[in-house]
């Protein structure tokens, strides 16, 4: 991967997440060396339905800031979720101590949106359909609400995009941020998603396509590559990445000796006539895999590990198995999730995947705590990773990291 010095690579300066896993980098870091599982029930949902929201600790930050500024109480919790982990990720990246914090774009995006306001909205105009609405209504329940907010709350004024391609949105935010910076429209982007769906409504969706799962929450409800059963379980959280358009040159002179670097998102669709959008042969993966690698000019044998979607569905964990074989080959890279931690977070998953795939390459993370079929006695330094996300309707995109060596590029 030799660049000259003055090539420039899209480097992840930040990076900021609110989760099960926790609401501090310190915090995550612990559960993913612990493996520590974040699901409980909740008396409102049914005691029978596992599900996993943020950690204790990082509803303590949100209550925090809630207090130290009373107007985002009204609102919701998915645009709540997304400022906390968009001001880690900019204070990580050192951004907030310079006058051009301003000229931030941010692309933040979330697959159901407002779920818990526009459920609540809905209740009361169901009891009272006469009753004029509040005007907070229609504002609260934008999709724009969430890059629209964090903005306010760093004072920033650059590109503002808020989106939702279902459970992909995530990681076609990092696209959408990557041809911003290419472009040179943009010298830094925050990205991202964000996702608070543990409402009754969107439970019951997920149930009704009988895909949830029939664990309690104490008996780890989430189990990914399960071939027997369906165990998907919902869960909340966002995690947010701080992109800045860089240099060699420029990262040297910041004192660093290796950067994390955004080298592909590859996208994928596929047609397909079940409601999901999902072909046994995971069609939508093999596309966004395949293109990933090309963007990057790299062979599949040069992934090292590869964080899966795996969502817990035994459709769409074996389309994804089918993908990757045939893409990468039968000597697949290590395989990881997250998921059997702390269960999908629909539009914000390819965000915390994102944030394993950074742990993973940085060493932050031990790779023996894998989820793979294969075994393994020992392993070299993941150099490589790439992150697999798909959603209803088809659609799928691949993200690939690398760690970049600065010493190596002198």
Same mark, same amino acid.
């Given at each position: 991967?030799?660049?000259?010095?003055?090539?420039?690579?899209?480097?992840?300066?930040?990076?900021?997440?609110?989760?099960?896993?926790?609401?501090?980098?310190?915090? /995550?870091?612990?559960?993913?060396?612990?493996?520590?599982?974040?699901?409980?029930?909740?008396?409102?949902?049914?005691?029978?339905?596992? /599900?996993s929201?943020?950690?204790?600790?990082?509803?303590?930050?949100?209550?925090s800031?809630?207090?130290?500024?009373?107007?985002?109480?009204?609102?919701?919790?998915t645009?709540?979720?997304?400022?906390?982990?968009?001001?880690q990720?900019?204070?990580?990246?050192?951004?907030?101590?310079?006058?051009?914090?301003?000229?931030?774009?941010?692309?933040?995006?979330?697959?159901?949106?407002?779920?818990?306001? *526009?459920?609540?909205?809905?209740?009361?105009?169901?009891?009272?359909?006469g009753?004029?609405?509040?005007?907070?209504?229609?504002?609260?329940?934008?999709?724009?609400?969430?890059?629209?907010?964090?903005?306010h709350?760093?004072?920033?004024?650059?590109?503002?995009?808020?989106?939702?391609?279902?459970?992909?949105?995530?990681?076609?935010?990092f696209?959408n941020?990557?041809?911003?910076?290419?472009?040179?429209?943009?010298?830094?982007?925050?990205?991202g998603?964000?996702?608070?769906?543990?409402?009754?409504?969107?439970i019951?969706?997920?149930?009704?396509?009988?895909i949830?799962?029939?664990?309690?929450?104490?008996?780890?409800?989430?189990?990914?590559?399960?071939?027997?059963?369906?165990?998907?379980?919902?869960?909340?959280?966002?995690?947010v *990445?701080?992109?800045?358009?860089?240099?060699?040159?420029?990262?040297?002179?910041?004192?660093?000796?290796?950067? /994390?670097?955004?080298?592909?998102?590859?996208?994928?669709?596929?047609?397909?006539?079940?409601?999901?959008?999902? &072909?046994?042969?995971?069609?939508?993966?093999?596309?966004?895999?395949?293109?990933?690698?090309?963007?990057?000019?790299?062979?599949?044998?040069?992934?090292?590990?590869?964080?899966?979607?795996?969502?817990?569905?035994k459709a769409?964990?074996?389309?994804?198995?089918q993908?990757?074989?045939?893409?990468?080959?039968p000597?697949?890279?290590?395989?990881?999730?997250?998921?059997?931690?702390?269960?999908?977070?629909?539009?914000?998953?390819?965000?915390?995947?994102?944030?394993?795939?950074?742990?993973?390459?940085?060493?932050? /993370?031990?790779?023996?705590?894998?989820?793979?079929?294969?075994?393994?006695? &020992?392993?070299?330094?993941?150099? *490589?990773?790439?992150?697999n996300?798909?959603?209803?309707?088809?659609?799928?995109?691949?993200?690939?990291?690398?760690?970049?060596?600065?010493?190596?590029?002198?």
């Amino acid at each position: 991967m030799d660049r000259g010095r003055d090539q420039e690579w899209i480097v992840i300066r930040g990076v900021g997440s609110v989760s099960g896993l926790g609401g501090t980098p310190e915090e /995550v870091q612990a559960s993913y060396a612990s493996g520590k599982t974040a699901f409980t029930s909740l008396p409102s949902l049914g005691n029978d339905t596992p /599900v996993s929201p943020i950690s204790p600790a990082a509803e303590h930050l949100l209550q925090s800031l809630l207090l130290e500024n009373t107007t985002y109480t009204s609102l919701d919790r998915t645009v709540q979720l997304a400022i906390l982990a968009a001001r880690q990720a900019v204070a990580q990246a050192g951004w907030q101590k310079e006058e051009s914090a301003a000229s931030i774009g941010i692309n933040i995006g979330s697959s159901r949106g407002a779920t818990g306001m *526009f459920e609540q909205f809905h209740a009361d105009f169901l009891k009272e359909p006469g009753k004029r609405l509040s005007p907070s209504v229609s504002p609260s329940t934008t999709l724009g609400n969430v890059a629209s907010w964090v903005a306010h709350d760093l004072q920033a004024s650059g590109p503002l995009i808020s989106h939702s391609v279902t459970c992909s949105t995530a990681l076609q935010a990092f696209a959408n941020g990557v041809a911003w910076l290419k472009a040179g429209m943009a010298k830094r982007f925050l990205v991202g998603g964000t996702e608070a769906p543990l409402t009754p409504f969107t439970i019951a969706q997920m149930k009704s396509i009988g895909i949830y799962s029939k664990y309690k929450a104490e008996e780890k409800p989430c189990r990914p590559l399960n071939r027997d059963t369906n165990t998907f379980v919902l869960g909340e959280g966002a995690a947010v *990445f701080a992109l800045e358009r860089m240099t060699l040159g420029e990262m040297q002179s910041l004192g660093l000796t290796e950067a /994390v670097v955004l080298l592909a998102v590859g996208m994928g669709y596929e047609r397909s006539p079940s409601k999901t959008g999902l &072909s046994a042969e995971g069609f939508h993966f093999q596309a966004a895999m395949r293109d990933a690698l090309k963007q990057a000019s790299l062979a599949p044998s040069a992934i090292d590990a590869l964080v899966l979607h795996a969502p817990g569905t035994k459709a769409g964990d074996s389309a994804e198995l089918q993908a990757v074989e045939s893409v990468l080959g039968p000597e697949a890279p290590l395989f990881f999730t997250n998921k059997n931690q702390i269960g999908h977070s629909l539009g914000a998953s390819g965000a915390l995947s994102a944030e394993l795939a950074m742990a993973l390459v940085s060493g932050k /993370v031990s790779p023996l705590r894998q989820l793979s079929t294969m075994p393994f006695s &020992s392993y070299t330094a993941i150099s *490589f990773v790439m992150v697999n996300a798909a959603g209803f309707g088809g659609n799928a995109a691949s993200l690939l990291l690398h760690r970049l060596s600065l010493d190596q590029q002198s």
